[in-house]
C-alpha cells in the first residue's frame, strides 16, 4: 500500500515525450503555452546557442520540423526559458535569444513604411508598437546587438546583416527632448544611438 505522505514522482520527460505531447497540443493551431500550468519536470539538456542553432544532448538537431516543433512551445517565466505542454514544463538554456531574425522585407519605403522579420524558424512579426525593436550594447566593446519582439516575452537577436540593412534605413528622429538615430516601422519609432554619439 503506498504510502500517502510519500511526494509524488514525477518521470523526468525526455525530447521526444516533449515532442509528441507538443505535437498532439499543436495540431489547432499556436499552442497556448500561456495557458497551461503543468509541474516542473527538471531541466532537458536541449540548448539554443546564439546563432539560434538548437542542440540537445550536445549534438545539434538537424531536423527543422522538430525545431519548429519544439519553437512553438518555449516560453519565458521571469529569467528562465521553458519548453511547456499541457502535461510537463521542463527548463532548458537559452545562450541569447530563444529566436535570431534572418532577414525582413521593407513594404511602403519612407515614413510610414513597414518591416516584417522572418526567423531562422519561420516566425514573422511586423515591427511596430506590438513588437518594439530594442538595441542593447557590450558595455566593454560598445558592439551592439539588436532584437525585435516575436512573441510574449520572447525576442529575436537581428543577425548582423539584417542590422546593416536596418541602419541603411535609419533616420534622425526627436524622442524625450534628445535627437536620436534610429528605426521607423509601423508608426512607431525605435531609437538605436544618439545622434551625437554617430562617427
Request: proline fraction near 11%.
Amino acid at each position: 500500500m503506498t504510502n500517502p505522505k510519500e511526494p509524488e514522482i514525477i518521470p523526468k520527460p525526455s525530447a521526444d515525450s516533449i515532442a509528441q505531447s507538443a505535437s498532439a497540443a499543436s495540431k489547432k493551431g499556436p499552442a497556448p503555452v500561456h495557458l497551461w500550468n503543468p509541474p516542473f519536470c527538471g531541466d532537458l539538456d536541449m540548448r539554443i546557442a546564439r546563432d539560434g542553432t538548437w542542440f540537445y544532448l550536445g549534438t545539434p538537431i538537424g531536423r527543422k520540423p522538430l525545431v519548429k516543433l519544439f519553437s512553438g512551445i518555449i516560453r519565458k517565466d521571469g529569467d528562465d526559458y521553458f519548453l511547456v505542454t499541457p502535461v510537463e514544463k521542463v527548463g532548458i538554456t537559452v545562450e541569447d535569444a530563444p529566436f535570431v531574425a534572418i532577414d525582413f522585407d521593407v513594404e511602403n519605403p519612407g515614413p510610414d513604411q513597414r518591416l516584417t522579420f522572418l526567423t531562422q524558424v519561420d516566425d514573422e512579426a511586423t515591427a511596430g508598437p506590438d513588437h518594439p525593436i530594442r538595441v542593447e550594447r557590450d558595455p566593454k566593446t560598445g558592439e551592439p546587438s539588436p532584437y525585435i519582439l516575436i512573441r510574449t516575452n520572447l525576442e529575436a537577436l537581428i543577425d548582423r546583416k539584417s542590422f546593416y540593412r536596418l541602419v541603411d534605413l535609419g533616420v534622425h528622429q526627436e524622442k524625450d527632448g534628445k535627437s536620436w538615430f534610429g528605426i521607423r516601422s509601423n508608426g512607431a519609432f525605435f531609437p538605436i544611438i544618439p545622434s551625437d554619439q554617430l562617427d
